[in-house]
């Protein structure tokens, strides 16, 4: 009797829930019928002529009166005419610290605003008509261009707190590249960008063929505040460079890094206490090939995405360096080997009989001593290199 009890307990609890839910559910439906409009998103429209900064409005209208709980959405817009330096915060946001997120991306030039509710209670689901979101920009091109800043479609989502999906309509917006703003909003004006930009710096090195040299990978500039992290590529040439290994100075908690036939990814993160001070952080260990061709290989860099809101000042510069390949000493024409050859080069370049040493800067391979003038003594000791009496 007790047991059938309970169970006729447990089966009105049961009902009781699945009754509760389907109501909440109906209401939601309800309220989402009642809104005719779909939301609409509209970026808005500046001018600015080259190094005006500008600023675009995203507007929200026709909100849904059951409200936005977690939404996320793409933006693309040209990487060439315009450079996204900051973000405001709307007045319709009301925890933007907690709950608002933006980021860029550099490989598919994007912008990513992603909301979430952090009260989880949906007691600050964005209700109001008005701006979500203010993009600050810095005019980069003069063109007579209208540089679009539009939809990227990757399922972009808009949610109440019962998880059903808004309808939307995005109006694309973007910068006029050759005039000077008209009304007082997004009038362009000179000025210092927003952001204080710290640099990420590989200098100029040379090195030998078949050598090994340490590159270090400096942080310059930091802000006072410090930052927690930042993640970038490097390509190099892989038929003359060969990456050996890559090490950090213990500047950060998380270190990643890939190497990759051609290019090498680093994802830094600082968990606890915030990078504050300029140095060095990392160092590649890299060997140049022996029949690497002599001259200067670049290696080029990459942001792959940064944080732009709530940590604005994560925006670096990437000042990425060259690597000159100088040719091996005593190695004068050039075919990877000391050898009699090199010598009869050398010997017959000083007594004036022939000029055939091919490369352009003959004191990088034949000032055997190193003292700037290609002469006897450097015959001399390329020929007891030659002879394995002495190293060079
Ligand atoms: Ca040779
Ligand atoms: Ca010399």
Redesign the pocket.
């Known amino acids: 009797m007790i047991n059938n009890f309970r169970k006729l307990i447990v089966l009105l609890v049961l009902t009781g829930l699945i009754l509760n839910n389907f109501t909440y559910f109906s209401y939601a439906l309800k309220d989402f019928s009642e809104s005719e409009e779909p939301l609409v998103i509209q970026i808005g429209r500046a001018s600015g002529f080259k190094n005006h900064i500008v600023e675009v409005p995203i507007s929200f209208s026709n909100v849904p009166t059951c409200g936005l709980d977690h939404f996320e959405f793409k933006l693309k817009y040209e990487l060439e005419d315009i450079e996204i330096i900051g973000i405001e915060p709307g007045d319709i946001v009301m925890n933007p610290e907690k709950d608002l997120g933006a980021s860029l991306n550099y490989d598919e030039s994007s912008i990513l605003f992603v909301f979430t509710d952090e009260s989880a209670v949906g007691k600050r689901n964005i209700k109001n008509d008005g701006v979500f979101a203010t993009i600050i920009i810095r005019v980069k091109n003069e063109s007579e261009k209208f540089s679009l800043i539009e939809l990227l479609n990757q399922r972009p989502l808009f949610s109440n707190y019962d998880y059903t999906m808004m309808p939307f309509v995005f109006k694309s917006g973007g910068v006029n590249l050759n005039e000077s703003g008209t009304d007082e909003v997004n009038k362009g004006e000179i000025s210092a960008p927003v952001i204080d930009l710290f640099t990420v710096e590989l200098e100029d090195i040379s090195a030998r063929k078949g050598e090994t040299i340490e590159i270090p990978i400096y942080l310059k500039d930091l802000p006072d505040h410090g930052i927690d992290g930042l993640s970038f590529g490097l390509n190099y040439d892989p038929s003359k460079l060969d990456i050996l290994s890559i090490s950090d100075e213990g500047l950060v908690s998380i270190f990643y890094y890939y190497i990759f036939e051609g290019s090498i990814g680093f994802n830094f993160l600082s968990l606890n206490d915030k990078i504050t001070k300029d140095g060095i952080l990392a160092f590649v260990t890299v060997r140049v090939k022996e029949d690497a061709s002599v001259g200067s290989t670049q290696i080029i860099g990459t942001r792959n995405s940064t944080v732009i809101y709530p940590s604005p000042k994560n925006n670096y510069n990437l000042n990425i360096g060259k690597i000159y390949i100088n040719p ?1 000493l ?10 009699s ?2 010598y009869i ?1 050398l010997r017959r370049y000083i007594l004036g009989i022939n000029n055939d040493i091919p490369l352009e800067n003959k004191v990088d391979v034949a000032d055997i001593n190193g003292d700037g003038k290609i002469d006897s003594t450097d015959c001399v000791l390329l020929r007891k290199y030659i002879l394995e009496i002495t190293n060079l």
Do not use: A, E, P
């Open positions: 091996i005593g190695d004068l024409n050039d075919d990877g080997v000391i050898n050859t090199d080069l």
